[in-house]
């Protein structure tokens, strides 16, 4: 399966700053998707990193507070704008490289907002 | 809509012990299934899937059946050990090419020796 790397792994930010997250993969794919995993809780599906077009997001999230870029086919950020304690969580980007093929996922970002 | 039910958690077991931890869903499609097991500090781990009834997944031990006639696909090993001890979740995916994954609340698992 693709190596799928993000970073950072962690990070403690102070409110109502940015922070950018990377993932990276070893291979190009096909799907790739954001999910957020809030303390003690299960993912919740952030959005759609769509290559070369605006991302698709869920109901709940909008794209001034999660700016997505998917420039290419292995490369994605997500960016968490105008941080609140509210947005402590893990971050996780996952992929899915071709049809009928599971999703694998990164090890996710652990951000803490003071 | 689409979602996916598992048992409260925490499970917490002896070494050895037999496990099964339940998951039912509800989907107007035709899901793959998926047990992901995410460890401490971790991210999460594809553990074992089926993409249609009557398939029955298996991975380290741990196996999970399909089941259309009762949407159910629960998780089972026979004989836990102490570095199982993990969150695992249960989740769907309706299959078609870039549909993401629908996850249940996770089931804790603690086990002691």
């Known amino acids: 399966s693709a190596v799928i790397s993000q970073k950072p792994s962690r990070d403690i930010c102070q409110r109502g700053t940015s922070l950018t997250i990377q993932c990276q993969v070893d291979s190009q794919v096909t799907m790739m998707f954001w999910y957020r995993q809030q303390p003690g809780q299960s993912l919740t599906l952030i959005a759609t990193a769509n290559q070369g077009s605006e991302a698709t997001y869920e109901s709940g999230f909008v794209i001034d507070k999660f700016p997505i870029s998917r420039p290419n086919l292995t490369f994605s950020t997500l960016t968490v704008s105008n941080m609140s304690p509210e947005d402590s969580s893990i971050y996780l980007c996952s992929v899915v490289s071709g049809n009928n093929q599971p999703q694998h996922f990164g090890d996710g970002t652990r951000l803490s907002i003071l | 809509g689409d979602s996916v039910t598992q048992m409260e958690g925490p499970v917490t077991l002896s070494e050895e012990a037999f496990l099964t931890i339940n998951c039912t869903y509800t989907a107007t499609g035709y899901p793959s299934l998926f047990w992901y097991v995410q460890y401490p500090g971790e991210g999460l781990q594809l553990l074992l899937k089926?993409?249609?009834?009557?398939d029955k997944g298996s991975n380290k031990g741990f196996e999970a059946t399909y089941r259309k006639e009762t949407t159910s696909f629960h998780l089972e090993k026979g004989s836990v050990q102490v570095s199982d001890s993990a969150v695992y979740f249960c989740a769907l995916t309706i299959n078609q090419a870039g549909t993401a994954l629908i996850f249940g609340k996770g089931t804790t698992l603690s086990v002691s020796s």
């Open positions: 089926a993409t249609k009834a009557d």
